[in-house]
């Protein structure tokens, strides 16, 4: 396995794990209650999604490059 696959293997794992951060705690009690009270998310739930979703593009693009 060449570096680009292996860096983008470590950052597909990131960006699930972040991804699944995020979207805990979009769904908990109080990130709800958050959103019901502001209507948006936190500054920590969308620092968590955003990086995930990126994460997850720099991924592809490593994964799946020539």
Known sequence: M???????LLLA???AFLLYQGLNQANSPIGELG???T?????ETLGYLLSGAIAGVLAF???FKK
């Open 2 to 8: 060449n570096q680009s696959k292996l860096i983008g």
């Open 13 to 15: 794992l990131a960006a």
């Open 61 to 63: 693009y490593f994964l």
């Open 35 to 37: 959103e019901a009270l």
């Open 39 to 43: 209507g948006s998310y936190s500054d």
